[in-house]
């Protein structure tokens, strides 16, 4: 079952636009949240974290919002940039983490 | 700079093949992890590593094993290679904290099992 999802595959924004990627995760005791970046033929790189006991966390053009209620979070990325185009991948942590499916981000100049 | 290599970037092997797919972490971390990457399915856990000789199973750990002799080096073996295990697998490591710790992979190794 997966634990942590991401449930757009791809997303395509004008350069210079915001990118917002979204990620759903069902269990409530996950208290530590991750965001990664992956480009092809690399693996992939941390991009910004976000504690449970907070719901807004920003580093530089990125920002990571959560809604504990809502089991939600999501990353914004203002302005993008066609270095952005890669696949983010969420991660969720209990025990151990909990990696999303993944969404292809496409910044088109 | 955190740096985690894996042995090989490709590899073909043919069922029923043992293969070892190794990995090297040169920051003194304790954590070491293998995944693999499905399309649609996202970075699935195999299995884990706290400590040299200690290790957990992750969420598909079926049809793996691992070994870790060396603190900086973490095998996955594939005792008997299946047409299913062809994927693209990924090594990481982190610090300390295995649930916390931000972790750092390697490149890749894509392995197609004929």
């Known amino acids: 079952d997966q634990q942590v999802k991401q449930n757009s595959p791809s997303l395509s924004v004008q350069e210079g636009r915001i990118s917002i990627l979204n990620c759903d995760y069902t269990?409530?005791?996950?208290?530590?949240f991750l965001w990664y970046k992956k480009y092809p033929a690399e693996g992939p790189t941390f991009l910004i974290s976000i504690s449970s006991i907070k719901d807004k966390n920003e580093d530089g053009r990125f920002t990571v919002f959560l809604n504990k209620s809502a089991k939600h979070l999501s990353l914004h990325i203002v302005p993008s940039q066609p270095g952005d185009s890669a696949v983010y991948f969420c991660a969720a942590s209990g025990n151990q983490f909990y990696f999303g499916t993944g969404t292809s981000l496409t910044v088109i100049p | 700079d955190v740096k985690v290599t894996q042995s090989s970037r490709y590899l073909v092997k043919r069922t029923g093949e043992k293969v070892f797919l190794e990995c090297v972490q040169d920051?003194?971390?304790?954590?070491m992890f293998w995944y693999r990457q499905d399309p649609g399915l996202g970075l699935r856990l195999i299995y884990f590593s706290y400590d040299v000789k200690m290790k957990e199973k992750g969420d598909i750990p079926e049809g793996y094993s691992v070994s870790r002799e060396k603190k900086e080096r973490f095998s996955l073996i594939l005792e008997s290679a299946s047409t299913n295990q062809t994927s693209m697998y990924l090594c990481?490591?982190?610090?300390?904290?295995?649930?916390?710790?931000?972790?750092?992979f390697g490149p890749g190794t894509r392995l197609t099992v004929l």
């Open positions: 920051m003194d971390h304790e954590n």
């Open positions: 269990n409530s005791m996950f208290d530590y």
């Open positions: 990481a490591s982190s610090l300390a904290s295995a649930s916390t710790d931000t972790q750092y």
